[in-house]
């Protein structure tokens, strides 16, 4: 099946900011989502807890930049995102929650030049399953890293895939199964088929060895259920020096 295209993706999450603006209705289709947010969030604040600069990288409409700032305060905050509702919504919610600034960029993480050496923490929330090609993948880990300060940390949480296909259609029906127990099967339907018209995601273990290639000097998984994950990586400090 042909892929959607990127102004197919942004036309949908132009159309949906609504849904996304609220924790629950927002992520009714990713499993365990809570406590993914709650876990990176923390994860990202042990590692970083001086941190001021953030950078979230398909914000949607900002749930995970906000609380991250629970976390974190006051944090200069840079949100990428393709739809310009999405960022104005994310833009509109942060404007009480920090001290510092907020930058928005409305733009496609293939093609926005980050500036080296600038983020203590960067976020990827529900966006990197939308990569297509290994060189995409390759690039846009090399360019997260080397936009993180040293000492800095990258958190995902994404849509996965597995590595073997046996275990890769066991995840997707008990993935299916949940998402019939959500919505009925009409809603298992649907979101199955956005997923295939519209995901390409890659498994935990090519993504962390991208991410080991790539120079960071540790990488953690901090949860997985079926085919969703939290996972991340550390980039050495000054002292420590790059892998």
Known sequence: MEKSTVNEIRARFDADVERFSNLETGQAATLDAPLVLELITAAAREVAPDATDLL???CG????TLKMLE???GMNCTLIDLSAPMLQRAAERLQNSTAGTVHCIQGDIREVTLEAGQYDIILAGAVLH???TDNEWK???AAIFNALKPGG???ISDLVAQDTGPVNRLMEERYKNYLTSVGGEAYSKHVMAYIEKEDSPRSVTYQLELMRSAGFRQVE???KNTCFAAF???KANQAEGDN
């Open 221 to 223: 998984i901090l949860h």
């Open 71 to 73: 976390a974190v305060p």
């Open 139 to 141: 690039s846009v880990i």
């Open 56 to 58: 979230d990288i398909g």
């Open 232 to 234: 991340g990586g550390i």
């Open 61 to 64: 409409a900002g749930n995970y």
């Open 130 to 132: 939308h990569l297509r």
């Open 153 to 155: 940390c990258f958190w």
